[in-house]
């Protein structure tokens, strides 16, 4: 907490500052000096700012920040920090580790750019915008042969280069003798799209990007932007459902004409005909030389470095930045009959060109597994966190994930350029994920919704048993429209329930039962609900969550363990701040039709056992199968017995005897006149079934069989007046044992 109105006012002053900075140093990306001196500016302020405002400044982002930029840089600095202890080149490594402890104060500072909602617009819009400023130019030089930003921006950075095309591959304001504009852009283009997304000016981005990046030739910005699309297309399908047929043709045949124009003027250049003609060789397997044509010579790097220089070195490597020092000296060992490529030309590598390798060469094993944990960690961290903050970081997600991509095969990852880049976007994405304040959903909690969808498709007897659920919901919530979805099965029974207002229905239809799907999709897109709650959890409803409802408060089960579904229910509403009085003892007085004289004219007394022996077609283990003897020896105590068969029970419950209950017609009752009958009987006897859950909720004395296909403390039938009993076989139990529970309970009655 800041501790004075000084602190107050440091803290401040650096949280507005933050964004811009990020910006400022993706601005000065083209230029070397120029983002260096902007990283270096960032890393000023940061320590200023910890001077002045103390621990407390420090502590801004919060806790769950610091110890993800913590696990970071552990991974990025203590690796380099081991290998150079046993270093080959130790000048070189130590001076490495010395220089990049600057990064801990810029990651801090990216993630507190990420900490506010106004922060987060200011740094996806920024860069967002920064990438669009590339995009296009370089689609200007593309297409023209020349830049005029380019030579208005040497006027300011003499260090980029105002030349043309060099050797056909498009590099824009990085300059010629900088092959990063495609890598850089396709890690940056995230934001660009998220920023677009849902405009028509998406289409435009993703074809300039294409154009742009294929251009470059840079074969790993080409996987990279194919990664970034990918996640785009699953990010926005659930818009993609929304549009009608002729939209989505109309949208197809737009994209084809692009991708048709887009091929053409790529392919007309030399310099990607060039490009795809050496990829190609890689279907050459047989061939040495051929394979390393088609990887500009990485296989050369590999199969001189694996073997050899990582073989010697594997445990800390050879020191960080120490590649192009070291392997000259297992380059020019005899390799398959001829001399290592780059000995040969009398040159050396650079770097590892690959960032596995790069970090297993100069770091060794040690940081191979510090990176593989820092990356766990983080994953783990993602799939832990809130629906909502992964929104928040949706973009710097992806960014993160394509940079650190495995066949990222040109940068170098412990360069100035390409590690300080990498560590930006890393502590966008910690800040965003971590931040403690939401940005989505717009709305809260359920008192802020207006329009709240409760997603309960049954069975009947799960149905039954969330009526208290829906009757705290709607005694905490009434000035929402809360509609159900369920299944058309249970549409007329739940379309009089007195809790929900509407009643939409749910098909469940697999998935090539496509146009369905499609049509219930539209349904609840339209339908625009800022709040569901899912008592459903099943994993259907989840896909609905990601599909739809990302944007809408969601109360789905709770983490807590639950005994038994009205349990989970309870904890469900307790979780989402809803007061809970009806949930656990749910009641279905409100279906109860008025059935006196309906049994009066067929003979039914007024004590009655009511018996339900059947069951869920597709759970015929569940059905004890002695209902016919227990009719038969209570009517011979003189104890009326009633049945109300469904529709496929017609033959089965006649065989029971006693009074089966039927209209003229022959038709059977429907649910408010089966509840009408169950809230006259004196004791109901069933298996583990909808009537049986609906007798419990009319507040009857009852008993519930239950065999090993079900728990009865799952189910939580045995409450108030109704009893369970369960046994380890169901055909063992005896009719003589019911019976007398039967009778027991009449004679207490």
């Given at each position: 907490?800041?501790?004075?109105?000084?602190?107050?006012?440091?803290?401040?002053?650096?949280?507005?500052?933050?964004?811009?900075?990020?910006?400022?140093?993706?601005?000065?990306?083209?230029?070397?000096?120029?983002?260096?001196?902007?990283?270096?500016?960032?890393?000023?302020?940061?320590?200023?700012?910890?001077?002045?405002?103390?621990?407390?400044?420090?502590?801004?982002?919060?806790?769950?920040?610091?110890?993800?930029?913590?696990?970071?840089?552990?991974?990025?600095?203590?690796?380099?920090?081991?290998?150079?202890?046993?270093?080959?080149?130790?000048?070189?490594?130590?001076?490495?580790?010395?220089?990049?402890?600057?990064?801990?104060?810029?990651?801090?500072?990216?993630?507190?750019?990420?900490?506010?909602?106004?922060?987060?617009?200011?740094?996806?819009?920024?860069?967002?915008?920064?990438?669009?400023?590339?995009?296009?130019?370089?689609?200007?030089?593309?297409?023209?042969?020349?830049?005029?930003?380019?030579?208005?921006?040497?006027?300011?950075?003499?260090?980029?280069?105002?030349?043309?095309?060099?050797?056909?591959?498009?590099?824009?304001?990085?300059?010629?003798k900088k092959f990063t504009l495609g890598q850089t852009l396709a890690s940056l283009s995230p934001f660009l799209l998220f920023w677009l997304r849902g405009r028509v000016l998406w289409l435009v981005a993703v074809a300039l990007l294409v154009f742009v990046i294929?251009?470059?030739?840079?074969?790993?910005?080409?996987?990279?932007?194919?990664?970034?699309?990918?996640?785009?297309?699953?990010?926005?399908?659930?818009?993609?459902?929304?549009?009608?047929?002729?939209?989505?043709?109309?949208?197809?045949?737009?994209?084809?004409?692009?991708?048709?124009?887009?091929?053409?003027?790529?392919?007309?250049?030399?310099?990607?005909?060039?490009?795809?003609?050496?990829?190609?060789?890689?279907?050459?397997?047989?061939?040495?030389?051929?394979?390393?044509?088609?990887?500009?010579?990485?296989?050369?790097?590999?199969?001189?470095?694996?073997?050899r220089m990582i073989a010697e070195h594997w445990g800390v490597g050879v020191g960080v930045r120490g590649f192009r020092d070291v392997y000259p000296r297992y380059a020019g060992k005899e390799r398959a009959g001829e001399e290592d490529f780059f000995t040969q030309?009398?040159?050396?590598?650079?770097?590892?060109?690959?960032?596995?390798?790069?970090?297993?060469?100069?770091?060794?094993?040690?940081?191979?597994?510090?990176?593989?944990?820092?990356?766990?960690?983080?994953?783990?961290?993602?799939?832990?966190?809130?629906?909502?903050?992964?929104?928040?970081?949706?973009?710097?997600?992806?960014?993160?994930?394509?940079?650190?991509?495995?066949?990222?095969?040109?940068?170098?990852?412990?360069?100035?350029?390409?590690?300080?880049?990498?560590?930006?976007?890393?502590?966008?994405?910690?800040?965003?994920?971590?931040?403690?304040?939401?940005?989505?959903?717009?709305?809260?909690?359920?008192?802020?919704?207006?329009?709240?969808?409760?997603?309960?498709?049954?069975?009947?007897?799960?149905?039954?048993?969330?009526?208290?659920?829906?009757?705290?919901?709607?005694?905490?919530?009434?000035?929402?429209?809360?509609?159900?979805?369920?299944?058309?099965?249970?549409?007329?029974?739940?379309?009089?329930?007195?809790?929900?207002?509407?009643?939409?229905?749910?098909?469940?239809?697999?998935?090539?039962?496509?146009?369905?799907?499609?049509?219930?999709?539209?349904?609840?897109?339209?339908?625009?609900f800022d709040g569901v709650i899912d008592l459903q959890h099943s994993g259907r409803v989840r896909y609905y969550r990601y599909a739809l409802f990302r944007d809408a408060v969601w109360v789905g089960k709770s983490s807590a363990p639950a005994p038994s579904m009205?349990?989970?229910?309870?904890?469900?509403?307790?979780?989402?701040?809803?007061?809970?009085?009806?949930?656990?003892?749910?009641?279905?007085?409100?279906?109860?039709?008025?059935?006196?004289?309906?049994?009066?004219?067929?003979?039914?007394?007024?004590?009655?056992?009511?018996?339900?022996?059947?069951?869920?077609?597709?759970?015929?283990?569940?059905?004890?199968?002695?209902?016919?003897?227990?009719?038969?020896?209570?009517?011979?105590?003189?104890?009326?017995?009633?049945?109300?068969?469904?529709?496929?029970?017609?033959?089965?419950?006649?065989?029971?005897?006693?009074?089966?209950?039927?209209?003229?017609?022959?038709?059977?009752?429907?649910?408010?006149?089966?509840?009408?009958?169950?809230?006259?009987?004196?004791?109901?006897?069933?298996?583990?079934?909808?009537?049986?859950?609906?007798?419990?909720?009319?507040?009857?004395?009852?008993?519930?069989?239950?065999?090993?296909?079900?728990?009865?403390?799952?189910?939580?039938?045995?409450?108030?007046?109704?009893?369970?009993?369960?046994?380890?076989?169901?055909?063992?139990?005896?009719?003589?044992?019911?019976?007398?529970?039967?009778?027991?309970?009449?004679?207490?009655?």
């Amino acid at each position: 907490m800041i501790e004075n109105a000084r602190q107050r006012k440091i803290g401040n002053v650096v949280s507005r500052i933050a964004p811009w900075w990020v910006v400022l140093y993706v601005f000065c990306l083209p230029g070397t000096g120029a983002a260096e001196g902007a990283l270096a500016l960032g890393v000023l302020l940061t320590l200023l700012g910890w001077v002045a405002g103390g621990r407390a400044v420090m502590a801004l982002p919060g806790r769950a920040v610091w110890q993800a930029i913590g696990v970071v840089f552990l991974a990025y600095w203590g690796s380099e920090l081991i290998s150079a202890i046993w270093a080959q080149v130790p000048a070189k490594a130590w001076r490495e580790v010395a220089r990049d402890v600057r990064y801990l104060p810029a990651l801090w500072l990216a993630a507190l750019a990420m900490r506010e909602a106004a922060g987060r617009k200011v740094v996806y819009a920024g860069i967002a915008a920064v990438a669009a400023f590339w995009t296009v130019d370089a689609a200007i030089q593309g297409l023209t042969g020349t830049s005029p930003i380019l030579a208005a921006c040497k006027l300011l950075w003499p260090q980029i280069e105002a030349r043309q095309l060099y050797a056909d591959r498009l590099q824009g304001l990085f300059g010629s003798k900088k092959f990063t504009l495609g890598q850089t852009l396709a890690s940056l283009s995230p934001f660009l799209l998220f920023w677009l997304r849902g405009r028509v000016l998406w289409l435009v981005a993703v074809a300039l990007l294409v154009f742009v990046i294929l251009l470059t030739g840079t074969r790993a910005a080409w996987i990279t932007l194919g990664v970034v699309l990918l996640c785009e297309l699953w990010l926005n399908r659930a818009v993609w459902r929304c549009f009608s047929n002729k939209a989505k043709v109309a949208l197809v045949l737009l994209v084809c004409l692009m991708a048709v124009g887009i091929a053409g003027a790529v392919w007309q250049k030399p310099g990607f005909q060039q490009r795809a003609k050496t990829a190609a060789m890689l279907t050459d397997i047989e061939s040495d030389q051929s394979r390393d044509v088609a990887t500009s010579f990485r296989w050369t790097i590999w199969t001189t470095s694996v073997p050899r220089m990582i073989a010697e070195h594997w445990g800390v490597g050879v020191g960080v930045r120490g590649f192009r020092d070291v392997y000259p000296r297992y380059a020019g060992k005899e390799r398959a009959g001829e001399e290592d490529f780059f000995t040969q030309h009398g040159g050396t590598v650079l770097h590892a060109h690959q960032v596995v390798l790069e970090v297993w060469s100069e770091t060794g094993v040690v940081g191979l597994l510090m990176w593989l944990a820092a990356a766990f960690w983080l994953i783990r961290r993602w799939r832990d966190a809130a629906e909502a903050a992964r929104v928040r970081a949706s973009p710097a997600t992806v960014a993160v994930m394509v940079t650190f991509f495995p066949f990222n095969t040109h940068l170098g990852f412990f360069s100035s350029h390409w590690g300080g880049f990498s560590l930006m976007l890393t502590g966008l994405f910690v800040g965003a994920l971590c931040s403690r304040e939401p940005l989505l959903p717009i709305r809260r909690n359920l008192r802020e919704c207006r329009k709240i969808l409760v997603i309960k498709h049954g069975a009947f007897g799960d149905l039954v048993q969330s009526f208290g659920t829906l009757a705290d919901i709607r005694a905490d919530l009434p000035q929402a429209e809360i509609t159900l979805l369920t299944t058309s099965t249970y549409r007329k029974l739940m379309e009089r329930c007195p809790y929900v207002d509407r009643v939409l229905t749910d098909a469940r239809a697999k998935w090539w039962q496509w146009r369905v799907n499609r049509r219930l999709l539209r349904t609840l897109a339209v339908q625009a609900f800022d709040g569901v709650i899912d008592l459903q959890h099943s994993g259907r409803v989840r896909y609905y969550r990601y599909a739809l409802f990302r944007d809408a408060v969601w109360v789905g089960k709770s983490s807590a363990p639950a005994p038994s579904m009205l349990e989970s229910f309870r904890l469900q509403l307790l979780a989402a701040g809803i007061a809970v009085k009806h949930s656990p003892q749910p009641d279905a007085q409100w279906m109860a039709a008025e059935m006196d004289d309906f049994l009066r004219q067929r003979g039914v007394p007024e004590r009655f056992v009511f018996l339900v022996p059947g069951c869920s077609a597709g759970h015929p283990e569940k059905r004890w199968p002695h209902y016919a003897a227990l009719a038969q020896a209570l009517c011979e105590r003189g104890i009326a017995v009633v049945s109300a068969p469904g529709p496929d029970e017609l033959s089965w419950a006649r065989s029971l005897g006693g009074h089966v209950l039927l209209h003229e017609n022959g038709g059977v009752l429907d649910w408010f006149e089966l509840a009408g009958v169950l809230r006259r009987a004196a004791f109901v006897v069933g298996n583990d079934t909808g009537p049986s859950h609906l007798a419990a909720a009319l507040g009857r004395r009852g008993l519930a069989l239950f065999g090993p296909a079900s728990s009865a403390a799952r189910t939580a039938l045995g409450r108030a007046q109704f009893a369970v009993l369960e046994v380890d076989d169901l055909n063992k139990l005896s009719v003589e044992t019911v019976l007398q529970r039967v009778c027991e309970a009449l004679e207490q009655a």
